[in-house]
């Protein structure tokens, strides 16, 4: 079973756990902001033509961008934002939802922003867009996800 | 000078009422105690109103304008107590000018749909200044659509200020209004709205004047500076949210037309006709917010009790300080550097979004505003997306300042941009 978990790819809850844990070594808020910050700094730039209004993710202070393709069946994210710790959470979504198949990025939550302590950001009130995006990118899988169907049909 | 100032400024001991009178001050936020920078947003309410507020809900509730019975006109009196203390207030010169409405958007909006329905035509022209808030530009945005009026714009100077030579000049005969704001939320500047006024009058072009962040910092008088219309909110002058008022003059409001039907606005109803009531009541239809009306009544004594002159000295003490500290701030530059300017002081890093300075002074429990202050195109006049903003009122003191410039040097250090 070990042998055959190593040999494939992690799947959403899998990676829903790594990320937990990763942040569970940090202690104040000072050390998970700054890892925030750093995982935003190590995204993969978003190319400059894809900044532009029709990529903007509404309702955020500062701005998030947020593209999406579908690749063999999985949804594939990029995005980018000008504020550090916006960007940092933003790549934390990519790195949850990117590669998904459209039916989990539907059903499945971001449960781990609330295990490590960034639930304040996932409040459907607070203006810095992080519900937003995470709404956008499940829009995105609702339209692949039928554009799947209309193919196999 | 600079003395007297000094001294006058220490006869009311704003430390004390900031203990006594504000005990949410006294609260914790992220561990840290809390440090209330967004007062532009809004003000905190002092014990005295909030009790004003639980008298009037526990023993004194009824509706007002209908009853015959004693709680019915309890209320009512109360209630239109507050058109009196306005009145008295702004010095407007009647009480017939004071219209209840739910804020200063309602208020602009009011004046846009009645007055702007009435007097504008195809290519009459509305000036707006470039530092306007949403609420004073979108609703003549949308009356301007309607009517075929077009809108103008005056510019602002590198500074921060309106730029009155090119505002003279967008001036003519087919000006049918100017709406400006008293004083700017997103840069702090205090306009000479008694010289636009007079400006605007000598081509027959009435005034509307944005005072919500006006009222709270300083004496206003409506009559010395001879504008049509005033508009202000309650909230942020130590009142409850959901109340304002828009100061009109008698000979315009007794022409304007209603704008929302119902109970309370009217003489008689027929299915064939309905005469209206006489102003102000003809512009407040329904229900109104009592308790709100009464509190803002309760504010108006409690600021008076203190006095606007002197709330506007202490004012002007601590952002002078909290200004002088935040210039020696490395990468910070100041969003406006007006001539005048009333308790807002707005800011950006060069490296630092205004988003990540909001987060990173919050986990310190300083409360500030950032973004975009709801006026883009002032924003964008500088080329900005956010600023962050720390706006102060009489109850902060040094140590907030002071608390707020730790916080940024800190923002500094945690995004290590030095």
């Known amino acids: ?153 | 000078m600079k003395e007297a100032v000094q001294s006058i400024a220490t006869t009311v001991d704003f430390n004390r009422i900031r203990s006594r009178d504000f005990p949410i001050l006294e609260r914790e936020v992220n561990g840290k105690p809390l440090v209330y920078l967004d007062n532009a947003a809004s003000s905190q309410m002092p014990r005295q109103v909030a009790d004003r507020l639980d008298r009037y809900h526990r023993m004194e509730h009824a509706n007002v304008h209908r009853g015959i019975h004693t709680l019915s006109q309890e209320a009512t009196d109360a209630y239109e107590a507050t058109r009196e203390k306005v009145k008295t207030f702004i010095n407007a010169g009647s009480t017939d000018e004071i219209i209840y409405t739910t804020g200063t958007t309602d208020s602009i909006n009011l004046v846009a749909n009645s007055f702007g329905r009435l007097k504008f035509g195809k290519d009459d022209e509305i000036i707006l200044s470039q530092m306007e808030h949403h609420a004073n530009i979108v609703p003549w945005q949308m009356i301007a659509e309607q009517t075929g009026a077009v809108i103008k714009v005056i510019p602002v100077t590198d500074r921060g200020d309106i730029d009155m030579q090119a505002y003279k000049e967008l001036l003519s005969d087919k000006t049918k209004l100017v709406a400006v704001v008293h004083v700017s939320n997103a840069l702090g500047t205090v306009n000479p709205v008694r010289e636009i006024t007079e400006m605007a009058r000598q081509h027959g072009a009435a005034v509307l004047i944005d005072g919500a962040q006006a009222v709270p910092h300083q004496t206003v008088d409506v009559q010395e500076i001879d504008c049509d219309f005033y508009a202000f909110s309650a909230h942020k002058m130590c009142g409850p949210t959901g109340f304002g008022i828009l100061y009109g003059k008698k000979e315009h409001l007794d022409a304007m037309p209603p704008y929302r039907g119902g109970g309370d606005m009217i003489d008689k109803v027929t299915f064939e006709k309905t005469t209206y009531n006489i102003a102000p009541f003809k512009f407040e239809a329904g229900t109104p917010p009592i308790a709100a009306g009464i509190g803002l009544g309760a504010a108006i004594d409690y600021l008076q009790e203190i006095g606007m002159d002197q709330i506007a000295l202490r004012e002007q003490q601590v952002v002078d300080y909290a200004l002088s500290k935040i210039r020696d701030i490395n990468g910070i530059r100041l969003f406006g550097e007006p001539e005048k300017r009333a308790s807002a002081i707005a800011f950006v890093f060069d490296q630092i979004h205004a988003h990540d300075v909001g987060t990173i002074l919050d986990k310190q429990g300083v409360a500030v505003r950032t973004g975009h202050h709801c006026a883009q195109p002032i924003l964008e006049r500088f080329g900005e997306s956010a600023t962050t903003r720390a706006s102060f009122s009489f109850y902060n003191n040094e140590e907030d300042a002071d608390r707020l410039v730790e916080g940024l040097n800190y923002v500094k250090e945690f995004f290590q941009t030095d």
């Not at chain 1, 494939?8 to 202690?27: C, P, Y």
């Not at chain 1, 980018?80 to 940092?88: R, V």
């Not at chain 1, 998904?100 to 009130?125: A, C, N, W, Y």
């Not at chain 1, 996800?145 to 193919?151: A, G, Y």
């Open chain 1, 1 to 153: 079973m070990l042998y055959f978990l190593s040999y494939r790819t992690m799947d959403i809850h899998e990676k829903q756990e790594r990320i937990i844990k990763e942040f569970k070594v940090l202690g104040d808020w000072q050390e998970r902001y700054k890892h925030i910050i750093k995982l935003g700094q190590k995204l993969d730039p978003l190319e400059e033509k894809h900044k532009k209004d029709e990529n903007l993710v509404r309702g955020c202070q500062s701005q998030v961008w947020l593209i999406a393709e579908l690749q063999d069946g999985k949804v594939v994210f990029k995005a980018d934002s000008d504020a550090a710790i916006t960007k940092g959470l933003v790549a934390l979504m990519v790195r949850f939802y990117s590669g998904e198949d459209p039916d989990t990025i539907i059903v499945t939550k971001p449960e781990f922003i609330e295990r490590i302590g960034m639930q304040e950001h996932l409040s459907p009130t607070r203006s810095n867009g992080l519900v937003s995006m995470v709404k956008q990118m499940k829009i995105y899988a609702m339209v692949y996800k039928s554009k799947l169907q209309q193919q196999a049909s």
